[in-house]
């Protein structure tokens, strides 16, 4: 089992930048995969990003592409999400979640654990 702390949430202007951190608890993390997702008000969790076991394989919505960066320091239990160029249409909590399966990384379904998320208000 492992447990999901998200951090670095915040209020940014547009065109900004935040650093979203997701530390895990447990021995096993590099067992995981991780993604981070996003719920607006009165929308869907959505998929932005996922990175594989060892950080070499990054997936990205189309949406973030070019803008947020994926990364995963296995010694630290971390996986981070560098958000720029923010705009409003990021506004959103911000989730992280851990997937012990193998299904798709842009699917909710394929996470077993989620942290409690951290709100992230981009404002022009």
């Known amino acids: 089992q492992v447990q999901l702390v998200e951090s670095g949430g915040g209020l940014v202007q547009a065109g900004g930048s935040l650093r979203l951190s997701c530390e895990a608890s447990g021995r096993t993390f590099s067992s995981y995969r991780v993604g981070w997702f996003r719920q607006a008000p009165g929308k869907e969790r959505e998929f932005v990003a996922g990175?594989?076991?060892?950080?070499?394989?990054?997936y990205y919505a189309d949406s973030v592409k070019g803008r947020f960066t994926i990364d995963r320091a296995n010694a630290k239990n971390t996986v981070s999400l560098q958000m720029n160029a923010l705009n409003p249409e990021d506004t959103a909590v911000y989730y992280c979640?851990?997937?012990?399966?193998?299904?798709?990384?842009?699917?909710?379904?394929?996470?077993?654990?989620w942290g409690q998320g951290t709100q992230v208000t981009v404002y022009s």
């Open positions: 990175v594989d076991w060892s950080g070499g394989n990054t």
């Open positions: 979640g851990a997937a012990n399966s193998w299904g798709p990384l842009y699917n909710k379904r394929t996470y077993a654990y």
